[in-house]
Every structure is written in C-alpha cells, then in structure tokens.
T-cell receptor
Framework: TQLLEQSPQFLSIQEGENLTVYCNSSSVFSSLQWYRQEPGEGPVLLVTVVTGGEVKKLKRLTFQFGDARKDSSLHITAAQPGDTGLYLCAGPFYNAGNMLTFGGGTRLMVKP | ETGVTQSPTHLIKTRGQQVTLRCSSQSGHNTVSWYQQALGQGPQFIFQYYREEENGRGNFPPRFSGLQFPNYSSELNVNALELDDSALYLC????????????????FGAGSRLTVL
C-alpha cells in the first residue's frame, strides 16, 4: 500500500509569516498533487508535479517534488487569512492515473 | 460549465439502515470516483466508475456499492450502516480513463455528510 504522510498535522500562524508543509512517502510516485479544502467544500486542485526536482509557483505558494519522487513540499510566503484551510497531498495508486491516495492533511489557520 | 453536484448535503441514518448518495458529474466528464473522508482525515478512495463499469476499488467491503448511469451521473449505496461509516462522502469527476493524458484532473463536489447513530 502506498502511503502519504503529511506534517505538521496542525499549524496556527500569524498573518505575514512563512510556512512549509511536508508530504512524505517510502514509495515512488509518478506524480503528486496538492489540494486545498475549505469547510463545507470538496478539495480543489492547486497543482500537479510530475518531474523529480520540479518546482512550481502559484502566486505566494511554491511546490516542490523531491528528486526521488517520494516526497513533496508546499511553502507559503507571507501567509494571509485567506490561506486558511486543509491542505492535502495526493498521488495515484500504483501509477493508476486518477485513483488517488491522500495524505492525512495539514490544517492551517492564519490569524489576522 | 456546471461543476460536480451531490445530494443530499446532509443526512442522518441509524445503524443497520441503507443509504444512497447521488452525484452529477461535471459536463464533459465520463469518469466518477467516490471517496470517504472521516473527520480530521484525508479522503480515502472507495471506487471509480468509467462508462458504467467499476474501474477500480479501494479497501472497502462489498456493502459499499455503486452505479454509473448513461449520462455519467453516479450513485453510492451503503448497506448495513455502521457507526464508523459516519463521514463526508465526496464524488469527483474527471475526463478519460485512468492513466490517460488529462485523466488526472479531478473536480470534487462539496460532499454528502452522513451521520450514523
């Protein structure tokens, strides 16, 4: 079974601070995705990383895929209250495209 | 284009009962996946339907079953409900069969929150 472990589980920071969320596995993934989920909503795809060592930026969010394709990180610069939510990493089951295994999530709260 | 819609949004059942949850996929999407998200956890894959056939299944017992209709909408049925079935059930649609280019983009609905008493 391919497992994804996220850390930290909870993070509470002040507006303007930087943070990094980690997603780790002992298995190699063909790709990893990051989602954000807000209360009462389904997860929304933020990014897909597919190449080992790849870095993608989405405004103040920077996503990196590990060289060995076993881990990924999400870095947020100058966090804002609107960044509050549950951040989930996900990868395909045994490279089976869009059947995903998810990490347990990191719940982020950004206080004004 | 319309997104993924799920119904009902909330429901309460008692142990041993049966429940049916419904999902309308996003326009142009022919693949539907169902996930269970327990409180405080990440979603867990239940199964996927492509062109009305089950295309893959996670580690869930047979009392979890599904259907996909010709219009690509889908149902999730759970028999003999247990307390641990209390969760948010998420439906996600995508275009194309798993493994093919463009098939990895999932659009999730807002979910159906099931409480089993």
């Amino acid at each position: 079974t391919q497992l994804l472990e996220q850390s930290p589980q909870f993070l509470s920071i002040q507006e303007g601070e930087n943070l990094t969320v980690y997603c780790n596995s002992s298995s190699v993934f063909s790709s990893l995705q990051w989602y954000r989920q807000e209360p009462g909503e389904g997860p929304v795809l933020l990014v897909t990383v597919v190449t080992g060592g790849e870095v993608k930026k989405l405004k103040r969010l920077t996503f990196q895929f590990g060289d060995a394709r076993k881990d990924s990180s999400l870095h947020i610069t100058a966090a804002q209250p609107g960044d509050t939510g549950l951040y989930l990493c996900a990868g395909p089951f045994y490279n089976a495209g869009n059947m995903l295994t998810f990490g347990g999530g990191t719940r982020l709260m950004v206080k004004p | 284009e319309t997104g993924v819609t799920q119904s009902p949004t909330h429901l309460i059942k008692t142990r041993g009962q049966q429940v049916t949850l419904r999902c309308s996929s996003q326009s142009g999407h022919n693949t539907v996946s169902w996930y269970q998200q327990a409180l405080g956890q990440g979603p867990q894959f239940i199964f996927q339907y492509y062109r009305e056939e089950e295309n893959g299944r996670g580690n869930f017992p047979p009392r979890f079953s599904g259907l996909q209709f010709p219009n690509y909408s889908s149902e999730l049925n759970v028999n003999a409900l247990e307390l641990d079935d209390s969760a948010l059930y998420l439906c996600a649609s995508s275009s194309g069969r798993t493994g093919r280019a463009g098939a990895n983009v999932l659009t999730f609905g807002a979910g159906s929150r099931l409480t089993v008493l």
